[in-house]
């Protein structure tokens, strides 16, 4: 059984999502003990605590450079014997120091088919946004392995969504939160605590 701290900055539709699927015992590898928080308003914060899981908030603001702070988020993901992070809607950039402490054990749930519309500043909307401006077709959501570039990690699972005609940013995230990210994010993380608990994942 793996620890999974999972971290935050806004509404945590994902986290729900991950709580969700964790009492259907999709994730029998897996046990959300932690939930970071990149702000303290995060209604992520209220859906951890209704479900009484543990939480904590970790400002990048309240640090005077990302050393700092990548060092602050190790110490508290270890104070918790975490083995796995999940990162749902969470906006804080991680440095080094983080990556290379949970090498190939940290993944991200990006709103859209990687590598269309990701990397910086593609985050939230705005990714919709630049969907919808392009005109593509189909958009989806991508889960993935989280390195030192950007959304440039290995892809683990992807899920294509259609645009659909009067589509707005709002409506197409929606869709694309409720038809792929809330599946792709709980199946993923269960495939890593798997390998994790197998050992596979050295
Ligand atoms: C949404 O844009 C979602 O597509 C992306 O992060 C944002 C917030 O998600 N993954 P959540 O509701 O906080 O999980």
Redesign the pocket.
Same mark, same amino acid.
């Given at each position: 059984m793996r620890n999974i701290a999972v971290m935050?900055?806004?509404? %945590?539709?994902?986290?729900q999502a991950l709580i969700d699927a964790e009492k259907a015992g999709k994730i029998p590898h897996g046990k959300i003990t932690l939930v970071v928080a990149s702000n303290d308003s995060a209604y992520?914060l209220e859906r951890a605590e209704n479900n009484g899981i543990e939480t904590v908030v970790v400002k990048r603001k309240a640090y005077e450079n990302q050393d700092a702070f990548d060092k602050a988020i190790v110490e508290t993901l270890h104070a918790h014997n975490i083995d796995m992070v999940v990162l749902? %809607?969470y906006l804080s950039i991680l440095g080094e120091t983080v990556i290379q402490a949970y090498r190939d054990r940290i993944i991200n749930?990006?709103?859209s088919l990687i590598p269309s519309f990701c990397g910086k500043g593609f985050?939230?909307?705005k990714v919709h946004e630049a969907a919808l401006a392009r005109g593509v077709k189909v958009t989806g959501a991508t889960v993935h392995l989280v390195n030192e570039i950007p959304d440039g990690g290995r892809i683990l699972k992807q899920k294509a969504v259609y645009i659909e005609d009067g589509d707005t940013a709002e409506t197409l995230?929606r869709r694309?939160?409720e038809q792929a990210?809330w599946i792709l994010l709980p199946e993923a993380c269960e495939d890593i605590a798997k390998q994790l608990d197998e050992g596979e994942n050295k």
């Amino acid at each position: 059984m793996r620890n999974i701290a999972v971290m935050v900055s806004g509404g %945590g539709t994902n986290l729900q999502a991950l709580i969700d699927a964790e009492k259907a015992g999709k994730i029998p590898h897996g046990k959300i003990t932690l939930v970071v928080a990149s702000n303290d308003s995060a209604y992520a914060l209220e859906r951890a605590e209704n479900n009484g899981i543990e939480t904590v908030v970790v400002k990048r603001k309240a640090y005077e450079n990302q050393d700092a702070f990548d060092k602050a988020i190790v110490e508290t993901l270890h104070a918790h014997n975490i083995d796995m992070v999940v990162l749902a %809607g969470y906006l804080s950039i991680l440095g080094e120091t983080v990556i290379q402490a949970y090498r190939d054990r940290i993944i991200n749930i990006h709103p859209s088919l990687i590598p269309s519309f990701c990397g910086k500043g593609f985050y939230g909307l705005k990714v919709h946004e630049a969907a919808l401006a392009r005109g593509v077709k189909v958009t989806g959501a991508t889960v993935h392995l989280v390195n030192e570039i950007p959304d440039g990690g290995r892809i683990l699972k992807q899920k294509a969504v259609y645009i659909e005609d009067g589509d707005t940013a709002e409506t197409l995230q929606r869709r694309v939160m409720e038809q792929a990210e809330w599946i792709l994010l709980p199946e993923a993380c269960e495939d890593i605590a798997k390998q994790l608990d197998e050992g596979e994942n050295k």
